[in-house]
């Protein structure tokens, strides 16, 4: 059973930086895309990045230039490096992986930038 778990959520204060991690568990194949999803209380989930097995990687405009996204094959592990972090980056962050086609998501991470 494929799973993902995700850590490094929590509080930072704005212009603060928090990175997350998501490790994929329980598959002999790796992903073919990892991306990082989030929902902010009262709106829709929307892609923050995505990086291919090649490490191609998108971003949403509203975080480009302070998010990266990277991962590390041999780890099954991907990664989203958050930098300059606003208000409006506060959310639940959901880890998604694409594996032979199929979607699976982690149970979510809440950031919270506050001051």
């Known amino acids: 059973q494929v799973q993902l778990v995700e850590s490094g959520g929590g509080l930072a204060q704005p212009g603060g930086s928090l990175r997350l991690s998501c490790t994929v568990s329980g598959s002999i194949f790796g992903a073919n895309v990892m991306a990082w999803y989030r929902q902010a209380l009262g709106k829709q989930r929307e892609l923050v990045a995505e990086i291919t097995s090649r490490s191609t990687t998108n971003y949403a405009d509203s975080v480009k230039g302070r998010f990266t996204i990277s991962r590390n094959n041999a780890r099954d592990t991907g990664y989203l490096q958050m930098n300059s972090l606003k208000p409006e980056d506060t959310a639940v962050y959901y880890c998604?992986?694409?594996?032979?086609?199929?979607?699976?998501w982690g149970q979510g991470t809440q950031v919270t930038v506050s001051s």
């Open positions: 998604n992986a694409v594996i032979s086609r199929v979607a699976y």
